[in-house]
C-alpha cells in the first residue's frame, strides 16, 4: 500500500543516495509549489486500469519515490528515474511501497502469475517473496521492514528480511467461508489494516452467506477485529500512526466510490466527507503518516466522463479539494502522500502522455472547482 514517511523518517539518512546535509532536503523545508514531473521510460500510454503505464505509488526520505514507468518497477531520486534490476528485464511490475530506510516492496508479473519482491535502494538485485500473491497489487512495508501483503493461500502474510515470519487470522467472530482478500497497510506502531470476504452457502439451507469488511490486526497483540462497513462494501487502503484509515465505499455498479475514513477507536462504520463538488465519485488512497492528509482521486462513472479524473485532497477535516492538473482537461490522480506536504501520483500532459508527479507544497496548491 501507498505508506507515506513521518517527518522523522524523512530525516533518516538513505545511505548512498541520500545524506542529511543533501540539497535536496534543504529545498524541501523551503518548499515551493510546483507539479513536478519526473523522469520516465517507456510505454506512456493512459488507461483507467490498475496496471499503470507510470505513476508514483509511495515517498521515501528526501527526494526518493517509488512506483512504476513504462510498466517496469522504477525509483526516482530527485527526477532521475531508476529501473529496479531484474533478472528478466523484459518482465513487468510496480514498485509499491517503501519505508524510511530506502527498503522496497514491489510486484512482478510473471508466467507463474504476479509475485512480491523486496529491494534496497541501489543494491544489486531484489529479494523474492516465498508464497506471495501480487495479484490485488497490494502490499505495504513499515520502518521496522515488516512487508505485509496476502500469500497464495489466501492468508494475510507478514514477510522480514525475505522471509515469512507471521500469518494473519481471520478475526475469531467471523462467519464460515471467510477468508482474507487483501492486505494493504502497516504503521510504524505494527497496526496491519487488510479485507476479508465471506463466500458460503450453508449445507442445510442452501443459504448464500457474502459480504465483505474491513479488519484490523492490532499491533499490540491483541485479537484480530472486524470493523464496521459502511453498509456497502468498505475498501481500506491505507493509516497513520493514529489508526485512523482512509479507504473508498463502493455502492456498485461501476465506479460509484465515495471517499471513507474510519476515525479512532474505529467503533463505528466511519464517514464520508462526500465527493469533490465537480465530480460523483471518488477515493481516498494514502494518509500521511502524523499530518491527516488524505489523497485519491475524484471520477465519473467511465461511460458518463463529463470530466477527466482528477487528483483529490483533504487536509484533515473539511471538503476535499482538487489538486492542479498538468494540462486543462487532462486526467490526474494521486496515490501517495507524506507529512512534508508532498502528493505523488500520475498525470497526463497536453500531448496525451501519462507522466508521473509530485505536487509539492500540495495543501497549498489544492482548491475548490469553481471558486
Known sequence: MRRSMSAAGAAVVLAGL???????????????????????????????????SQGVFDLGAGDLAVGVSGYKPVYWTGTTVHRVPLADPDQTGQVLAVNAHGLMVGVLHGSG??????????????????????????ADINDAGYVVSRSRSWIGTV?????????????????????????????????????????????????????????????????????????????????????????????????????????????????SPGALSSHPYGTFEAISATTNVSVGTAKFHPDEMTLPDQALLRAGSGPVKALPRLAAGKASMADAVSDADRVGGAAVNAKGRLKPVIWTCATEQAYNPGS
Not at 529545498?27 to 519526473?38: F, R, S
Open 113 to 138: 502469475g504476479a509475485s512480491l519482491f523486496t529491494y534496497q535502494a541501489g543494491a544489486a538485485a531484489i529479494t523474492p517473496l516465498p508464497d506471495s500473491d501480487g495479484s490485488e497489487y497490494e
Open 159 to 271: 514477510w522480514k528480511d525475505g522471509r515469512k515470519v507471521r500469518e494473519l487470522p481471520v478475526p475469531a467472530d467471523a462467519g464460515p467461508g471467510t477468508r482474507i482478500t487483501m492486505v494493504t497497510g502497516i504503521n510504524n506502531q505494527g497496526d496491519i489494516l487488510g479485507m476479508a470476504a465471506q463466500d458460503y452457502e450453508v449445507p442445510e439451507t442452501g443459504a448464500h452467506l457474502e459480504g465483505t469488511y474491513p479488519v484490523l490486526w492490532p499491533g499490540d497483540g491483541t485479537a484480530a477485529r472486524q470493523l464496521a462497513p459502511t453498509g456497502n462494501e468498505s475498501h481500506v487502503q491505507d493509516l497513520d500512526e493514529s489508526r485512523r484509515i482512509v479507504g473508498y465505499d463502493w455502492a456498485g455498479p461501476w465506479h460509484e466510490y465515495a471517499p471513507w475514513v474510519w476515525e479512532p477507536p474505529l467503533t463505528g462504520p466511519g464517514t
Open 18 to 52: 541520500i545524506t542529511a546535509a543533501s540539497p535536496a532536503l534543504a529545498a524541501e523545508a523551503k518548499c515551493t509549489p510546483k507539479i513536478q514531473v519526473l523522469g520516465s521510460i517507456g510505454d506512456e500510454s493512459y488507461a483507467r486500469d490498475v496496471r499503470r
